[in-house]
């Protein structure tokens, strides 16, 4: 079945650092692909979004390319802040198993001032 | 404010006390799912509604029970909890089920079965 790998954390940056969360994925077809963060008592937020190859998603600083050679979705950010500390989740949506949302395990950061 | 809303945030009970978790939604939303957030597993799906009266599990339907009698409300219910299903739940909606809509998610609802 469809499934995300994510590497596991925490991760842990002094602010202003570079970021880069590898994901990678494994579905039959096509899917669209989302990166959601969690903050502290809160719900996942969408982050970006890409719906096809070569797309590429970006928000906030954050931007992951669609690689459908790699099966890959990997986040980065150049220049992280303390704000940016959360919890990231690699998430497809296909066309198996009621339109539902894979997600990865997730992979915490941290931001040190 | 496009939200969605579910109560209770905490609850802690004992085993075998049927419970309901609420969720309603204000975006006419026809997709609404449930999931449960445990550490080192990301989210599992428990039951999702393509629709009102449409509804169909997840990958970890056991124990739980959904209705969608409504567009805008998706309660999760638990007839007999056990503890193992203490754990962190969301209710997620999304315009649809197309592939490339995003989901909406609660700000979850933390249960302790005891």
């Known amino acids: 079945g469809d499934s995300v790998t994510q590497m596991e954390g925490p991760v842990t940056l002094s602010e202003e650092a570079f970021l880069t969360i590898n994901c990678t994925y494994t579905a039959t077809g096509y899917p669209s692909l989302f990166w959601y963060v969690q903050y502290p008592g809160e719900g996942l937020q969408l982050l970006l979004k890409?719906?096809?190859?070569?797309d590429k998603g970006s928000n906030k600083g954050f931007e992951a390319t669609y690689r459908k050679e790699t099966t890959s979705f990997h986040l980065e950010k150049g220049s992280v802040q303390v704000s940016d500390s959360a919890v990231y989740f690699c998430a497809l949506r296909g066309h198996t198993g009621g339109f539902k949302t894979i997600f990865g395990a997730g992979t915490r950061l941290f931001v040190k001032a | 404010e496009a939200q969605v809303t579910q109560n209770p945030r905490y609850l802690i009970t004992v085993t075998g006390k049927k419970l309901t978790v609420t969720c309603s939604q204000n975006?006419?939303?026809?997709?609404m799912s449930w999931y449960r957030q445990d550490p080192g597993l990301g989210l599992r799906q428990i039951y999702y509604?393509?629709?009102?009266?449409?509804?169909d599990k997840g990958d970890v339907p056991e124990g739980y029970k959904v209705s969608r009698k409504e567009k805008r409300n998706f309660p999760l219910i638990l007839e007999s909890p056990s503890p193992n299903q203490t754990s962190l739940y969301f209710c997620a909606s999304s315009l649809t089920g197309a592939i490339e809509q995003p989901q909406h998610f609660g700000d979850g609802t933390r249960l302790s079965i005891l």
């Open positions: 509604s393509m629709n009102v009266e449409v509804t």
């Open positions: 975006m006419n939303h026809e997709y």
């Open positions: 890409a719906t096809k190859a070569d």
